[in-house]
């Protein structure tokens, strides 16, 4: 199992930006596969972007392409996600999760992830 715990969030005006960062732990060499994901009050929790963590490979929704960035940096077993011009409609709660895709669950699917992280409070104000 990976741990794993979000940072970074809170309160920003819109077209501000925030950095969330989650860290791993435990056996992450098992976690080819790492996403961010949303949940805004009342919806349903949402892809956000994703990355395969040896190759670098990256998936972004619609939504925020263009907006937000994901990395990550091995030496320090971190995962982050850079979000730019943010907008009052990005207000949720933001999750990192772990996993490891394959052709049943690619990376948009939560059930492509089997660890997930308690979530940070994202609320960007109009």
């Known amino acids: 199992q990976v741990q794993l715990v979000e940072s970074g969030g809170g309160r920003v005006q819109s077209g501000g930006s925030l950095r969330l960062s989650c860290a791993r732990s435990g056996r992450t060499k098992s976690a080819y596969a790492m996403g961010w994901f949303r949940q805004a009050p009342g919806k349903e929790r949402e892809f956000v972007s994703a990355?395969?963590?040896?190759?670098?490979?990256?998936y972004y929704a619609e939504s925020v392409k263009g907006r937000f960035t994901i990395s990550r940096d091995d030496a320090k077993n971190t995962l982050f996600l850079q979000m730019d011009s943010l907008k009052p409609e990005d207000t949720a709660v933001y999750y990192c999760a772990a996993g490891a895709w394959t052709y049943y669950a690619g990376p948009t699917s939560p059930r492509a992830y089997d660890s997930w992280g308690p979530g940070t409070r994202v609320d960007v104000s109009s």
């Open positions: 990355i395969a963590w040896i190759a670098g490979t990256t």
